[in-house]
């Protein structure tokens, strides 16, 4: 049954190295994932445009473990995959309603940073879009302000993002020394965040405000184009992302099912051990004590063979009775 069991994980992870994880040709059981492993194949949908199978991979996580620490950061998914489906309103609702909550205060930069993109995303629809006037961008730009200052929170990665759309969005408006600027800031606050990068590209081009990939891949290109790294580095870091990463998951998933197989299998033997075998032990034993009391018994009864000390004692008086007549013979 272990070995069954280790089998189906390594099939299960094999998929996923071959392709057939996202082909369609074959069905990803959900239901055998834990809250991290389904946040991540949402992820993983999402960055294939695959919106609504990434919805429902993040709303299956949350119902499926209710209790999970993971909730917030699968809402926040949530309301960017409906920012990449024009679905402003239920975007938006979801961040308001975590604001208000506020149940992870290190939180907050990130959810300040898609309030900021839900006006930039808005800025597009309206007229005017490059100007400083423009409501939208001002807007934005005061959310990005709020991540920066917001002092109850550590969150280097929400904080740097910040920083990074901050300069973005200077640049969309025609500030380029600003945006500058704040590119400039990233790569000296917040050095080993992915943002850095980002910046580092920007600053090359201020002008240009397009937005920049962060996926794995995108992510190697841009260190090779910064000659950070050089393409044979490259070539292997990426095969590291689609063979390491994937075995890792694979280990945790054996480790899981070698764990749960464990708990089976105590559980079988406490059921197999009943009681009675040893109440049998202690009823043989019992026996031989019970005997020796017995026998021990027979001296009391010889303690009562008393009552020939009782006749003598009766004798004399008898005797006394005798000697009287010849008290008589004297007269």
């Known amino acids: 049954m272990k070995l069954v069991r280790v089998s189906l994980a390594i099939m299960f992870f094999s998929l996923m190295i071959t392709g057939c994880w996202f082909s369609g040709e074959e ?3 959900e239901t055998q994932m834990s809250d991290v492993e ?13 919106y609504q199978a990434a919805l429902g991979a993040y709303q299956y996580m949350m119902d499926k473990y209710p209790y999970s620490d993971l909730h917030v950061d699968a809402q926040l998914q949530i309301a960017a995959t409906y920012l990449k489906m ?5 975007q938006m609702s979801i961040l308001l309603r975590l604001i208000r909550e506020n149940r992870i205060p290190n939180k907050i930069p990130e959810i300040y940073c898609q309030l900021g993109r839900w006006y930039e995303r808005a800025a597009e629809f309206n007229p005017g879009v490059f100007s400083t006037d423009t409501t939208d961008y001002k807007n934005a730009l005061s959310f990005y302000n709020k991540a920066l ?9 929400g904080k740097a993002q910040a920083l990074y759309r901050r300069g973005l969005v200077e640049a969309k408006i025609g500030e380029i020394d600003k945006a500058i600027e704040d590119y400039r800031s990233v790569t000296v606050g917040f050095p080993e965040t992915d943002y850095s990068l980002l910046a580092q590209i920007k600053m090359q081009d201020p ?4 937005e920049l990939a962060l996926d794995d891949k995108s992510i190697l290109s ?3 184009r910064l000659g950070l790294i050089t393409s044979e580095e490259e070539e292997e870091e990426e095969e590291e992302i689609v063979t390491q990463k994937p075995e890792d998951e694979m280990e945790a998933v054996i480790e899981r099912a070698e764990q749960e197989e464990q708990l089976l299998e105590e559980e079988s033997q406490s059921v197999e051990q009943p009681v009675p075998p040893v109440e049998e032990e202690e009823i043989q ?9 017995i026998q021990e018994a027979p001296p009391i009864e010889e303690i009562q063979e008393a009552p020939p ?13 005798i000697q009287t007549p010849a008290d008589t013979s004297g007269n």
Not at 38 to 50: A, F, P, S, V
Not at 86 to 90: A, I, P, Q, W, Y
């Open 27 to 29: 069905a990803v059981d």
């Open 38 to 50: 389904l946040l991540n194949y949402g992820n993983q949908l999402y960055q294939m445009g695959e």
């Open 86 to 90: 024009d679905e402003f309103e239920k």
């Open 149 to 157: 200052n917001y002092e109850d929170s550590d969150d280097e990665i």
């Open 207 to 210: 002008h240009n405000y397009r």
């Open 222 to 224: 841009y260190k090779e």
């Open 285 to 293: 034993e019992a026996p031989p004590i019970q005997e020796e009391e």
């Open 309 to 321: 000390v009782e006749e003598e004692s009766e004798t004399p008086p008898e005797d006394s009775l």
